[in-house]
């Protein structure tokens, strides 16, 4: 059995980019994007300065999270080894981006669908090597099979002390690198500054210069191609001097579905389990009303998923062409399940609330539909915190709490919502009860898991830790703290110590959106390469 790999060896490298223009004559990769790229590292003070190289691209890994996460195997491993993709199969959805914890996977601006270096395999199954390695003029890339102990990437993997990225990802990735440099191969040991970079323009996505803005786009600035900063050359001790720049994968939609998701659930659980529980009776103008905002939510929840693929005409493919490990596969489905439940039961209660139906030829359907509905609704809430935990490019999304944090959130958007819908519309007293009881008390324990967890309890890696910083003291302070914490939870508590609940309500949304926009955001503004 073959099995493809690469080994680096920066004793060689003279960093002269013939690696990553070949990749792109080869491959015809568009401008704006790389499947390989030099990374320039200085070290040291004027005039005692040393610059590393590092060749960067896809490590093909041995368990690769890009191939688990994606709903439609348009990312797909091979039995060589290889992890290839089929830009025909892709949907867009940005997924295995953020499953790679070494932003190796970019979206190709022509096609729209995710795009890396596949080892050349067009070439490899000729028999060929990799542009990469043929045009090297250093014989600084060695690819291979690494099970063949004749070939000379074995060799050199027996003979050399060599190292990888993020071996503690569990990935196993297959490109070594001979005399790894230490600041090269982690990211976030060197800080960032625009003003370091040569050849590029760096345009910043943060207000906070002290913890290194991170690129969003890279080309020529007015003033030239090669830029220095002011003052000595490489008067730093450690300097990024060159690298690739990447794109955040995911925006506004992300956050904005979190909570017409939550909306959703959170509005079908509290009516089912209210009922099931005996704490109000089954109106049926409840059910019309809040069944009817719930299929809304729901709709929006859909919208925003779909608009968010960078291919949305093909998004039809995660339901005729799905891949069951991924989670964004096993949600579509959930999502699908609960929008056809939600829907014939929310149509079956409202003709027979306009008297169609007859009301007892509904009550069989309702105590089929209430619990059920209620299971499906709790997986529409929580799937959201597993797809996030296939995301293995973003620490700070690795949370086993992540699950109970949704449900409670999902609880105060059903609390609030029914909250909001009892204001306009004669439901029953013991309903606003209980919804104003579900609300408060999600608010509390949402408001202390975010202040004990998030910001109480260390994190286990330092890129969790500085997606967390940057929450809640960096570029989003303003968004966690103004908007999650203060207009989210303390402002809501005390409009409903006014008896202004609608307020509180509305508050309480605007303030969900602010905290998961934070929370969405700033990990993948921490530089995974």
Known sequence: MTNFGFVINNRTCIGCHACSTACKAENEVPLGVARTWVKYTEVGAYPDVRRNFQVTRCNHCANPPCVRICPVSAMYQREDGI??????????????????????????????????????????????????????????????????????????????????????QGTAPKLFYVDGNDFALTPTAVPRSPETFMWSDVVPVSDSESEGPIAQSQGHPAAGPI?????????????????????????????AYLVTKGIAGGLFMLMSLGVLLGLFPADPGMFVVGGFASLVMLGATAALLVYDLERPERFLRILTHPQWDSWLTRGAFLLMGFSLLLGGWWLAETLAWLGVLSPASVVGFRGLALPLGCLLAVGVTVYTAFLFGQAEGRDLWQSTLLPVHLLVQAGVMGGGSMLVLAQLFSLPESLSIVSAAVFVTGLVVDLTAILLGELGMPHATETAAAAAHRMSRGAHRRSFWLGGIVLGHAVPLALMGLAWPM?????????????????????QEIPNS
């Open 83 to 168: 992890v290839e993709f089929d830009q025909d199969q892709c949907i867009g959805c940005k997924a295995c981006l953020q499953a790679c914890p070494y932003d190796a996977i970019h979206v190709d601006p022509d096609s729209g669908t995710a795009a890396k270096c596949h080892y050349c395999s067009h070439r490899t199954d000729l028999g060929l090597e990799p542009a990469c390695v043929v045009v090297c003029p250093e014989h600084a890339i060695i690819a291979g099979d690494m099970d063949d102990p004749s070939s000379e990437i074995s060799q050199v993997l027996a003979r050399e002390q060599v190292t990888v990225r993020k071996p503690e």
């Open 503 to 523: 307020l509180a309500a509305a508050a309480a949304v605007a303030g969900l959106y602010f905290y998961e926009h934070a929370f969405v955001m700033a990990p």
């Open 227 to 255: 830029q220095y900063a002011p003052g000595r050359a490489a008067e730093h001790m450690v300097q990024v001097g060159y690298t690739f720049h990447h794109l955040v994968p995911w925006h506004w939609p992300v956050p």
